[in-house]
């Protein structure tokens, strides 16, 4: 029961309460009766001053901004998987494929010079391998007048010395394929025999071949060819007219630095050997031309060696090896040319369901610390705002 | 919704309840949740600020702020009051903190002092007197009275404005209010 003087107290104090402006409680009521619209909506349309000036004070609400970076993760792992899924899609060995899809052949070779790697660019090296001797033009004779795989790409990534021989970018690629045909028993025969067909309308080698005949499973003829790397696509295309094509892969290798290395060497050692040949001349004692001889027999050799080298790297560029089989039977392999399929269709899905889920693993390891730092961090602001909230009391 | 509005210390349970039934029914309960607390909160809002423009813009800022959360307010939590007063508090020591205007908590707040000409010399006195006691106190225990005379909240709604259990919230107040009387006497 309060005495008197409590009441007193309280009535004194009631009517020390503060009391909102008419105009002020008007707007409010307006603002409510309206639902409360958004500040910046009001700002539009000349809004009261106390509501305005509030405008850039309100936080922005945590929803929002939980449903702005979710979407922004969803994003970039959307974006990821499209870029992993499309790269994928594209030939394999990156750079060096999109080389040889988007370049075009650029290589002279007339069968009879020493090799060019590139019209109007051989320079110094085409004349320096003039008197290359017998073991570089050997070359030439066992290469086809076909023009090889050396190409001009726009790269910028070669040595210094690559770039002052030759002038220009050139890159030796090499090619191979596996392609597996399914033939019935009775049908490898014929096949087998287009298949040297195709090979010799394409000027290839068969390195080596065997035919089995016998029941679907057994029977069967696998081939080891040698074919221009520039007729290669139009081979496999023939090949893959001969029968039920199971599967096809090709591959390409970047063997420029090899081969540039040994073209280096190579012009080195005959300038080397054009040196002794020169001093053998003025030599003047026995003792003296017998040195040079075997020095300049030793030199011959490395030339010679370095020449075999050079030969076989330009024969990796100028053949692709092309493994071709013809089975018989069921096969387990998918078909890489028949028609795509319910089972292909959901190899793919699941394909791509693994790339994704993969990806989503990496965006998590990416977000999951993040989102970790940004909890902490907000419950520490959390904290602290709740401190200097008690402290503006204390 | 001018004129009277009448206190909202009887809010009942159903009120809160239809809040979580329907979007209508929300809106509906914060309705009658702003007519019963508009101008009790400003005057919570404006002892706590002692800035008549200032407690203007927190106010309208604190019962936007709810409006945007009336559809998460928990009625297990507590009464919708204490909720929308927590609100405010809150905006309200946020501005203060960022305005850095601790210190004038404790200032005249002359623009809030507008008695006594229509009263009796007595008690027009004796509420100057009132008026300066309360200058004298610590500022949490002037927001207790705040928020029991001016917002006119019970004492379970103040300990959940405050985070603080009723029975602690029942003390201070009756020490506030002690402190207060002492101060009224030592004036007098």
Same mark, same amino acid.
């Given at each position: 029961m309060e005495s008197p003087r409590e009441d007193q107290l309280t009535a004194d104090l009631r009517a020390l309460r503060p009391a909102p402006r008419p105009e002020f409680a008007a707007e409010l009521d307006q603002r409510a009766a309206a639902g409360f619209p958004r500040r910046s909506r009001l700002g539009k349309k000349g809004a009261p001053a106390f509501l305005t000036s509030m405008r850039d004070k309100r936080p922005a609400h945590p929803r929002r901004l939980l449903l702005t970076a979710g979407g922004l993760a969803l994003t970039t792992v959307a974006v990821a998987t499209v870029l992993v899924v499309s790269n994928e899609d594209e030939p394999t060995h990156g750079v060096v494929a999109q080389a040889v899809e988007h370049a075009k052949p650029k290589r002279n070779f007339d069968g009879a010079g020493p090799y060019v790697p590139s019209r109007g660019t051989a320079g110094? @090296?085409?004349?320096? %391998?003039? !008197?290359?001797?017998?073991?570089?033009?050997? +070359?030439? $004779?066992? @290469?086809?007048? &076909?023009?090889?795989?050396?190409?001009?790409?726009?790269?910028?990534? $070669?040595?210094?010395?690559?770039?002052?021989?030759?002038?220009?970018?050139?890159? /030796?690629? $090499?090619?191979?394929? %596996? *392609?597996?045909?399914? @033939? $019935?028993?009775? /049908?490898?025969?014929?096949? @087998?025999?287009?298949?040297?067909?195709?090979? =010799? &309308? =394409? /000027?290839? *080698?068969?390195?080596?071949?065997?035919?089995? +005949?016998?029941?679907? !499973? +057994? &029977?069967?003829?696998t081939f080891e060819l040698l074919i221009p790397s520039a007729k290669l696509g139009d081979a496999l295309a023939a090949f893959s007219q001969i029968d039920a094509v199971r599967s096809r892969h090709e591959a390409t290798a970047d063997i420029t630095a090899p081969t540039v290395s040994a073209a280096e060497l190579l012009k080195e050692s005959r300038a080397r050997i054009d040196s002794l040949l020169g001093q053998l001349e003025e030599a003047e004692t026995e003792s003296e031309r017998e040195a040079i001889e075997v020095e300049l027999q030793h030199e011959r050799r490395h030339a010679s060696r370095l020449a075999a080298q050079l030969d076989h790297l330009h024969r990796r560029a100028d053949f692709s090896r092309v493994y071709l089989r013809i089975a018989t039977g069921e096969s387990n392999e998918s078909s890489g040319g028949g028609a795509w399929g319910v089972d292909d269709a959901l190899g793919d899905a699941g394909h791509i369901l693994a790339v994704a889920a993969a990806v989503a693993v990496v965006a998590l390891a990416i977000l999951g610390p993040i989102a970790l730092i940004a909890f902490l961090a907000w419950l520490t602001h959390r904290a602290w705002v709740r401190r200097e909230r008690r402290r503006v009391l204390s | 919704m001018d004129g009277e509005l009448p206190r909202s210390k009887g809010m009942d349970q159903a009120l809160v309840a239809e809040a979580s039934e329907a979007p209508r029914a929300a809106d509906l309960a914060f309705d009658r949740l702003y007519r019963s607390s508009r101008d009790d909160l400003y005057a919570y809002v404006a002892s706590l600020l002692r800035d008549a423009t200032a407690a203007e813009e927190v106010t309208a800022a604190a019962f936007e702020r709810a409006y945007r959360k009336r559809h998460r307010f928990d009625p297990e939590r507590g009464e919708p009051r204490a909720w929308l007063f927590g609100i405010a508090r809150n905006a309200a020591l946020d501005e203060l903190r960022r305005r850095g205007r601790q210190t004038e908590l404790t200032a005249e707040p002359a623009d809030l002092q507008d008695f006594g000409a229509a009263e009796g010399a007595e008690q027009s006195e004796r509420r100057l007197a009132v008026s300066a006691a309360l200058e004298r106190l610590a500022p949490g225990e002037r927001e207790l009275i705040a928020l029991k005379f001016f917002a006119g909240l019970g004492n379970a709604e103040i300990a959940q404005v405050l985070g603080i259990s009723e029975s602690n919230a029942g003390t201070k107040l009756h020490r506030a209010m002690t402190k207060l009387r002492e101060a009224c006497d030592g004036i007098a």
């Open positions: 110094a @090296a085409s004349s320096s %391998e003039q !008197g290359s001797g017998v073991q570089y033009e050997a +070359e030439v $004779e066992t @290469a086809p007048s &076909a023009s090889s795989a050396k190409q001009i790409v726009p790269f910028s990534q $070669e040595s210094p010395s690559f770039n002052s021989s030759f002038g220009a970018r050139h890159r /030796d690629v $090499e090619r191979s394929a %596996e *392609i597996t045909l399914g @033939a $019935e028993p009775d /049908d490898v025969a014929d096949d @087998a025999a287009k298949v040297f067909e195709a090979v =010799h &309308a =394409h /000027d290839g *080698i068969v390195m080596r071949s065997s035919t089995h +005949e016998g029941k679907a !499973g +057994e &029977a069967g003829a | -």
